[in-house]
């Protein structure tokens, strides 16, 4: 996640609002002769929030999930006296495997990129250079959407899709920043190609868990409030996806 300003701020769009006015999106569904699906990540977390049910899912199916992490999440607490940048992309990377194996997602099938958090932009070319060989054979390729509003997650979305298209491998991005920015209705969001997963309970309660194993981004750390406080993790906890 790692927001410009961390924390739900004022002025945030509610979960009671989306949920007041969820649009009828057609349905998106996993298919089951897909044998590899790639997940990108900018930050430890984001995959997890926007797709964690659908890697559950897919893995769950028999489809081999490959995570790929572009940074260790080190700059989501500058200056804090618990933990440095270093001590974070460790506690970051545990937390990222924990929350896998809670997905039921193999954590042999992982990448870890290591470009900077905060300065994905300015690695973009040698991304989409890292993520080629990475994207061979994808029947899926799952990143932050590129209109996400934070410079990291467009960044990943944009190397994504430019690695992606030579191979033809088909890509789906992922909103987590905008449901907190935008409003239901939104025209600056592509609904008119937005897609809805529907998550079964107990896919529901393996995302929860996930969540929850980011302990240094829901919970306090030292003087800093939660990165990802409770009203911004209802986003993330509907009984439902959203890809485009
Ligand atoms: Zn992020």
Known sequence: MNTPAAGHRPGATTE??????????????????????????????????????????????????????????????????????????AARREESAAALAALGVAPVAAARLRLPDSGVAAHEAALTGALGPLLVGADLVLTPWTGDGHPDHEAVGRAVLAAAGPLGAPVAQYPVWAWHWAHPGDPRLPWDRARALALPPAVRDAKRAAVACFTTQVQPLGPDPAVLPPEFLAHHDRDHEVLW
């Open 16 to 89: 009671q609002e989306w949920a007041a006015r969820r649009p009828d999106l057609p349905a998106w569904r996993p298919d089951p002769a897909w044998r590899r699906v790639v997940v990108c990540a900018a930050h430890p977390d984001d995959e997890v929030l926007g797709v964690g049910g659908a890697m559950a899912l897919l893995a769950a199916a028999g489809t081999e999930v490959v995570h790929v992490a572009v940074t260790d999440g080190e700059a989501s607490h500058p200056g804090n006296p618990v933990l440095g940048p270093a001590e974070l992309a």
